[in-house]
């Protein structure tokens, strides 16, 4: 998205409703909790968001930091569901 922000594909007013206040409320709680950084807590809080709406979401992260905070979120995390069936 910021990408695309700064090759002018929307305006500056486009790019800030791109987050809804919910999200961006819940950004800054995890930011501030998981310690990550803005645009992680965007995404994670955007995922859980998505999660509220719909069933059985999958969440992909790379970063430990940002793994480990997805451990309290209502989502599934990719991998994740193969280390449930090895421990079963």
């Known amino acids: 998205?910021?990408?695309?922000?700064?090759?002018?594909?929307?305006?500056?007013?486009?790019?800030?409703?791109?987050?809804?206040?919910?999200?961006?409320?819940?950004?800054?709680?995890?930011?501030?909790?998981?310690?990550?950084?803005?645009?992680?807590?965007?995404?994670?809080?955007s995922a859980v968001r998505f999660a509220e709406r719909f069933e059985d979401p999958r969440f992909l992260a790379c970063d430990e930091r940002l793994t480990k905070a997805t451990q309290g979120a209502p989502l599934t995390l990719y991998g994740r569901e193969a280390d449930v069936e090895h421990e079963a």
Do not use: C, P, W
């Open 1 to 45: 998205m910021n990408r695309r922000f700064s090759q002018r594909d929307f305006t500056e007013e486009e790019h800030r409703g791109a987050v809804s206040n919910l999200v961006a409320y819940r950004a800054g709680e995890i930011s501030e909790f998981h310690a990550l950084k803005g645009f992680e807590a965007v995404r994670l809080a």
